[in-house]
Antibody, heavy 118, light 107 residues
Framework: QVQLVQSGAEVKKPGSSVKVSCKAS????????INWVRQAPGQGLEWMGGIIGFFATPNYAQRFQGRVTITTDASTTTVHLEVSSLRSEDSAVYYC???????????WGQGTLVTVSS | SYVLTQPPSVSVAPGQTARLTCEGT??????VHWYQQRPGQAPVLVVYDDTHRPSGIPGRFSGSNSGNTATLTISRVEAGDEADYYCQMWHASSDYVFGTGTRVTVL
């Protein structure tokens, strides 16, 4: 069974960047998509982007184009999400989620709380 | 962009049936998935590809999808079913789309 373990909570200043990590273990990951979904306080789930196939190029939601970067570290089976030019509205819990087949998020990380505050 | 609309809240007595809807244009033409999210926890998949349950999910959870509405049905509702529920699909214009979410309250 695949497990996704994320890095710890972050507190950042407006205008700075944050990098959140998601380490995958169990199973063969090269055929999986790893995606990032965020949830602002009291709000719903929002897809940000993902890696289509563990070694392939990233795909971003239009509203995050240019401000979000998703990268992989194949040697550690880790996927990273970097969000730049942070603003208070980026305060949220960020989840990584795996798609093993089709279009369903089969497994989720535990979430990483990012707080943007001056 | 494609929009999936869910009622904000549904209240149901223990032992009764809760029906959660997810509305979108021609949603019946694609696969819909449902997630349960308890407070402070990550979402958990409860139904995938319209009608299928992952292992470990009780048979009380079932799904259907036709026309412009997908439905998650929770039979014999228990106190532990109290959570937020989100539908989700993939659409060519928006990639992955989540519904607005429904909070289920067990009376």
């Amino acid at each position: 069974q695949v497990q996704l373990v994320q890095s710890g909570a972050e507190v950042k200043k407006p205008g700075s960047s944050v990098k959140v990590s998601c380490k995958a273990s169990g199973g063969t990951l090269t055929n999986y998509d790893i995606n990032w979904v965020r949830q602002a306080p009291g709000q719903g789930l929002e897809w940000m982007g993902g890696i289509i196939g563990f070694f392939a190029t990233p795909n971003y939601a239009q509203r995050f184009q240019g401000r979000v970067t998703i990268t992989t570290d194949a040697s550690t089976t880790t996927v990273h999400l970097e969000v730049s030019s942070l603003r208070s509205e980026d305060s949220a819990v960020y989840y990584c989620a795996l798609v093993s087949s089709g279009t369903v998020f089969d497994f989720w990380g535990q979430g990483t709380l990012v707080t943007v505050s001056s | 962009s494609y929009v999936l609309t869910q009622p904000p809240s549904v209240s149901v007595a223990p032992g009764q049936t809760a029906r959660l809807t997810c509305e979108g244009t021609n949603i019946g033409n694609t696969n819909v998935h449902w997630y349960q999210q308890r407070p402070g926890q990550a979402p958990v998949l409860v139904v995938y590809d319209d009608t299928h349950r992952p292992s470990g999910i009780p048979g009380r959870f079932s799904g259907s999808n036709s026309g412009n509405t997908a439905t998650l049905t929770i039979s014999r509702v228990e106190a532990g079913d109290e959570a937020d529920y989100y539908c989700q699909m993939w659409h060519a214009s928006s990639d992955y789309v989540f519904g607005t979410g429904t909070r289920v309250t067990v009376l």
